[in-house]
């Protein structure tokens, strides 16, 4: 009964490959995002979606592409894999309202080699 | 645009004593706070939230935080630290310009020395 889950947990890649990391919440939350967290543990936003559509883009590159294929899904696929791309992704559901928290999966480690 | 700023990147306090991981905010207006913790290898976990209601909050595990608009902070304290306490701790802001979404700092790693 997980309420945010991403596989896989752990992707180890070399530079050039395209991967894909997939994220499903059972929250019924309408908003979903995607964040980067570095090896000194800075989070940042890479994306959003609300009900399907993408709200949120920050200055991530073009390599990086969600797909919302329904509310409850936000995939991420990463082209060409570069060195520093290695990090850990959270996928994380919200429901409306400002003052409404983030609940996040467990991460999914990319190690690009 | 909202932003969270946590003062020491790491924090380190004997089992039982005080805790107290300190973050100060940035907003033109009224803000939602939020406080996070993270264990190793693990996603983020809502500790508390501020959302104007009360200054001081209680969260989960003993943790609270009171938020004080003079001084623009809203610290994270324990009155005993436990081992299990040990983790990295997130302050966060709702950003109210624009789209909905969690602006973070830069966090702070607390551990517990026996």
């Known amino acids: 009964d997980t309420a945010v889950s991403q596989t896989p947990k752990y992707l180890v890649t070399q530079m050039g490959n395209d991967k894909s990391i997939k994220c499903e919440q059972n929250?019924?939350?309408?908003?979903m995002y995607w964040y980067k967290q570095d090896s000194k543990k800075f989070l940042k936003i890479m994306f959003s979606?609300?009900?399907?559509?993408?709200?949120i883009n920050e200055t991530v590159p073009n390599r990086f592409s969600p797909k919302s294929p329904d509310k409850a899904h936000l995939n991420l696929h990463i082209n060409s894999l570069e060195l520093g791309d290695s990090a850990v992704y959270f996928c994380a559901s919200k429901p409306r309202g400002y003052n409404s928290p983030l609940h996040f999966g467990n991460g999914t480690r990319l190690t690009v080699t | 645009a909202q932003s969270v700023t946590q003062l020491g990147s790491h924090v380190s306090v004997s089992e039982g004593a005080l805790v107290l991981l300190r973050c100060n905010y940035s907003s033109s207006v009224p803000p939602y706070l939020f406080w996070y913790v993270q264990y190793p290898n693990q996603g983020l976990q809502l500790l508390l939230k501020?959302?104007?209601?009360?200054?001081l909050v209680k969260g989960i595990n003993g943790f609270e935080a009171e938020f004080k608009k003079s001084e623009t902070s809203f610290h994270l304290t324990k009155p005993s630290a436990h081992m299990s306490d040990a983790a990295e701790y997130f302050c966060?802001?709702?950003?109210?310009?624009?789209?909905?979404?969690?602006?973070f700092g830069q966090g702070t790693r607390l551990t517990i020395n026996p």
């Open positions: 979606y609300n009900n399907k559509e993408l709200i």
């Open positions: 966060a802001v709702s950003d109210l310009q624009g789209a909905q979404k969690l602006v």
């Open positions: 501020y959302t104007s209601a009360a200054t």
């Open positions: 929250l019924g939350h309408d908003t």
